[in-house]
């Protein structure tokens, strides 16, 4: 392995950690905007290249054949050429949206796209914008993440960094600021790279600067993500190593990928370890079945009791007699903890009681349930009866939601209703090849309290790996 390159695993640990710690950034690259149909600098400068009689796969600086351009063309010719090709609006990629669902509040990018800013919208997350000083100064307590388009924004093209006389008004007279918050960024964050060359001069200059102030065993430590260049190609070979072993002077470690592939793997695994720590309490019950009213209510005040105990957020809408016992123990463990708050550990979402008519009504449900799940990782599904014996559409419903979205499903057997039909479905599911230990644990009969309750929270601690 080269000095300064890590493996896949490793590098999913790292992040992770950064995620629990709230501390987690992305710098995202203009590698990662060609996937969704936009092109890199070289594609974008062949024809304004060719239009000045010189042949961009001859040209190795590119800011310089921007310049040229700009030159020959006045900054019009730029700015028409940033505008045909980044104001039209494409659909993020599913690494953009994958990406926004992680607990990021902190983007740089060189990108003048906005599909940063259409991931996190379509996340259902407020965006505040910065791209030149005057927004640095202003604050926005209602926003969900700070995108800093530290090149600008296709929408306003002569402010844009593109030729080499922008990139020497950097700092100095355009963007005064944007360093600085670069570099505190760097200082206080861990950050993950992708689709970054790691070739711009205002990048180059800041990290550079922290390295010199702070030495090379002070830097915080960084992660990238580069594709593995092709063996058949001894000389690019050799140049992406010796650019690994280099970044790792400025605290950025690198993870080599065979296939882009790799990266939605990479995102993929963290949002589903990122969404396992949050839990989607499915459940109603007109009565308490075989259990009795006694036992039903202290089971899942327990069972909330000991996530929450555990660290473990809860969501839940309220269902006729699960929520007000899910409100119980989690406020239990927050006045037993005295400091604890108890938003910090649930989410509760009451089902509204009305509208214009049955079918909005329904929708209406419909939406607000797969908001509620969209956001979680593992669902418990208790009970789920009416009058009658009827098995509850309601939740039903909710596993059918869940199982699209692909959250892990532990529905308790032995509290019967719509939790029952569940278990049986997902038995169903199963492979010959497949491990059915943590169902089994969700399917035990009920002997006690402490031991269902248990055999849940173990199922949970697997999901998460924290107990083997």
């Keep these: 392995m080269i000095d300064g390159e890590i493996s896949k695993n490793f590098l999913i640990k790292k992040l992770y950690d950064s995620i629990l710690s709230e501390e987690l950034a992305a710098f995202i690259g203009a590698g990662f905007s060609i996937p969704a149909g936009f092109t890199g600098w070289k594609e974008l400068l062949r024809e304004p290249a060719i239009e000045i009689g010189l042949n961009v796969d001859k040209e190795y600086d590119l800011v310089s054949l921007a310049q040229y351009y700009c030159n020959a063309k006045n900054r019009t010719g730029i700015d028409d050429l940033i505008t045909r090709n980044f104001v039209a609006l494409t659909n993020p990629t599913q690494n953009h949206m994958l990406l926004a669902q992680l607990p990021i509040s902190t983007y740089w990018t060189t990108n003048y796209d906005r599909l940063i800013e259409q991931s996190l919208e379509e996340n259902r997350k407020l965006p505040n914008v910065k791209t030149k000083d005057e927004q640095l100064r202003g604050t926005n307590k209602s926003f969900d993440a700070v995108v800093y388009k530290m090149h600008g924004d296709a929408s306003y093209p002569s402010e844009a960094v593109f030729t ?77 190593e010796l650019q690994i072993q280099d970044l790792k002077r400025y605290g950025i470690h690198t993870c080599l990928i065979d296939d882009y592939s790799e990266i939605t793997e990479i995102l993929q695994t963290l949002v589903n370890k990122f969404r396992r720590k949050t839990i989607f309490i499915s459940g109603s019950t007109f009565d308490y079945a075989k259990l009795g009213d006694d036992i039903g209510k202290s089971l899942v005040s327990e069972l909330a009791y000991q996530l929450v105990s555990k660290g473990y957020h809860i969501v839940n809408g309220y269902g006729l007699g699960i929520g007000t016992f899910v409100i119980n123990g989690v406020a239990r463990y927050c006045y037993s903890s005295k400091t604890k708050d108890i938003n910090d550990f649930l989410t509760l979402m009451p089902f509204p009681l009305e509208a214009s008519d049955d079918d909005s009504l329904h929708r209406f449900y419909s939406d607000y349930r797969h908001m509620m799940i969209e956001k979680c990782g593992i669902a418990i599904y208790l009970f789920g009866n009416k009058q009658d014996e009827i098995e509850a559409n309601g939740v039903i419903e909710e596993y059918e939601i869940a199982d699209k979205l692909g959250l892990v499903s532990l529905p308790v057997n032995c509290t019967g209703g719509a939790a029952s039909k569940i278990y049986n479905l997902e038995i169903e599911k199963l492979k010959p090849d497949d491990n059915d230990d943590i169902l089994k644990l969700v399917g035990n009969d009920f002997s006690d309290i402490s031991n269902l309750v248990g055999d849940i929270i173990k199922a949970v601690n697997i999901l998460n790996e924290e107990e083997s």
């Excluded at 990139?167 to 206080?188: A, C, I, M, P, S």
């Design 164 to 240: 080499r006389t922008d990139y020497e008004n950097y700092g100095y007279v355009d963007r005064k600021l944007f360093r600085e918050v670069l570099e505190g960024d760097l200082l206080t964050k861990t950050f993950l790279f992708l689709g970054f060359s790691f070739t711009d001069p205002n990048f180059n200059y800041v990290i550079a600067r922290l390295r010199v102030l702070l030495d090379e065993h002070g830097t915080r430590q960084h992660y990238c993500v580069m594709k593995r260049e092709s063996d058949n190609d001894e000389y690019a070979k050799i140049k992406q």
